[in-house]
């Protein structure tokens, strides 16, 4: 009789967490049951579902239906090996999407979790072991089951350490070498070349001068791990003659002037891959931002990074000088002005509320062009100590993402931005009055463009279908020429410092240097 006794007071024995979990699932019933023309067959019955059964099931549905963000906005934490969870339900969920109900249950969060409004990014370095390298051309992941292998049993030696691990999502990281290498016309070995990709298909044409002969670019150049991506900035062409292109993890550095000397930096022990690239006016120093949320500055001559500046929690994609203050744009919405002289370089701070697609500095120095994702051309002041709640002087919006951007060199208060998939218009823009002076139609996503000064043009590079480089006179905005022969979308557009050569990147990885003067 004594062991019946026992045993009906061992069942009677509830854990705290048990209990609670039960208190959770009669609210849950109870909301559902005065849904019950929405409710499903399939409803949890809060009598019979105990919480080691859910999170079980629970913990089964996550490792077969693996969760993979498919915004291009990705965070350091989502960029971390297969198999490496975060505790980040704070990140994920919040107390404003939990019913109130539940809030009664559930309590409030502790200061230590991450919710919406409060939330700061703070310094963090990367991890080497973070990240898997692979040194051929293409990329290889595990299989399916072998990451749901992987996540089942990281789950379950984790579960004990941090139940909230369940809510939490990663990404596969997959990293490709790059390579440039210059054309041998008559031994070039390039895939793209042994096609019938010749100089023939490479020419420029003048539609407004017949006497001007059809010419073929100085410069051919392959480049492998080149990324097609809209968003990056990875091109840039210095006032020392030196071109610096991003393929992959590393920074591949050209002698504009002599056509040789191809050198790298490479980047791959601390980032996935590089996003943007820009140049100092004065000096060699070249501000590369990274996939991890890094700023870094590196000495090309020295090849020595000079430092590294953290505080971007996500793909830094637009960068820009003015002087000895680098801005940088992230995908998460904000740009931090970088006083590159000092220890503490964070002195400012901008916020949008989508991806930075572009930043460009006036070329006085006085005024800030930002565009977003969400179609926001947004114009600020010149106010290095920024405040997040700092307000802009203009925004202007736009029908599609504001990517291809730059400043007129020879009028201060005209900008030039290109039209996305949706519009394919090249719209110029007066600031002071904020409305669009010429709209001439490509009928192609502009993916870059760059102003002529020398002949007093417009340079945009445009994807299909022409895949092309379209040249428009200024200020009839009339098509007078155009760089003719890649098969991808021209997505990088640099200008020479002595403004008479043109540097093109298309996403079918070839880079063509032009003579656009004579």
């Known amino acids: 009789m004594e062991w019946k006794l026992e045993r009906t007071a061992r069942r009677r024995i509830r854990t705290e967490e048990e209990m609670r979990w039960e208190n959770v699932m009669k609210v849950l019933s109870n909301d559902m049951k005065q849904k019950r023309s929405q409710v499903s067959p399939k409803v949890l019955d809060s009598v019979t579902t105990t919480y080691s059964n859910f999170k079980s099931n629970f ?13 291009p906005i990705a965070t350091r934490w ?13 990140a994920e969920l919040s107390t404003t999407d939990i019913p109130e109900s539940l809030q009664s249950v559930l309590g409030t969060p502790e200061k230590d979790t991450l919710t919406p409004g409060i939330y700061k990014e703070p310094l963090k370095f990367p991890t080497k072991e973070g990240y898997e390298r692979n040194n051929s051309a293409l990329c290889v992941c595990e299989a399916p089951h072998a990451l749901d292998r992987a996540v089942k049993e990281n789950v379950a030696s984790k579960s004990q350490k941090c139940p909230n691990q369940l809510f939490s999502t990663q990404k596969v990281v997959q990293k490709t070498d790059g390579k440039m290498q210059l054309c041998d016309k008559s031994q070039c070995i390039w895939k793209g070349c042994q096609y019938g990709v010749g100089d023939e298909l490479f020419h420029l044409n003048r539609f407004c001068d017949k006497n ?3 010419c073929q670019p100085e410069v051919k150049i392959h480049l492998t791990g080149l990324r097609n991506d809209y968003y990056l900035n990875i091109l840039d062409w210095s006032f020392k003659n030196v071109v610096a292109v991003a393929l992959g993890s590393a920074v591949y550095i050209w002698n504009g002037e002599n056509h040789n000397g191809v050198e790298n930096i490479d980047l791959g022990l601390t ?62 919405g904000h740009v931090y002005h970088h006083d590159v002289r000092i220890a503490q370089h964070h002195v400012g701070t901008l916020c949008h509320k989508q991806a930075v697609c572009a930043l460009k500095w006036s070329l006085d120095g006085r005024l800030l062009s930002s565009g977003c994702s969400d179609g926001l051309l947004t114009i600020w002041p010149y106010d290095p100590g920024a405040s997040a709640r700092g307000q802009p002087l203009k ?78 006179t200024c200020p009839t905005l009339c098509r007078s020429g155009g760089f003719f022969g890649h098969r991808g979308r021209v997505l990088h557009l640099a200008l020479s410092p002595d403004q008479t050569q043109v540097f093109s990147a298309a996403a079918d990885g070839m880079a063509t240097v032009w003579k656009c003067c004579q």
Not at 59 to 71: Q, T, Y
Not at 78 to 90: E, H, I, N, P, Y
Request: charged share 15%; proline share 4%; net charge positive.
């Open 59 to 71: 913990s089964k549905r996550l490792s077969a239906e693996l969760p993979v963000a498919s915004s």
């Open 395 to 472: 925004v202007l919006p736009q029908s599609t993402a504001v990517k291809a951007m730059d400043w007129c060199p020879w009028q201060s208060a005209v900008l030039a931005v290109g039209g996305g998939m949706k519009d394919g218009c090249l719209h110029i823009l007066d600031i002071n009055t904020g409305k669009s002076i010429q709209t001439p139609s490509t009928n192609s996503q502009i993916c870059s463009l760059i102003w002529l000064p020398k002949t007093k043009e417009i340079a945009t590079g445009q994807g299909t279908p022409k895949n092309d480089v379209t040249l428009w």
């Open 271 to 332: 980032c996935n891959y590089v996003s943007s690239v820009s140049w100092i006016k004065e000096g060699t120093c070249l501000a590369v931002g990274t996939s991890e949320g890094e700023v870094q500055l590196w000495d090309v001559v020295t090849k020595k990074q000079l430092r590294n500046m953290l505080g971007h929690l996500s793909v830094v994609g637009a960068l820009s000088w003015n002087h000895y203050l680098l801005s940088s744009g992230s995908r998460l």
């Open 78 to 90: 989502q960029q971390r090996q297969t198999g490496d969870l975060a505790c980040s339900f704070g």
């Open 212 to 214: 001007y002969p059809i």
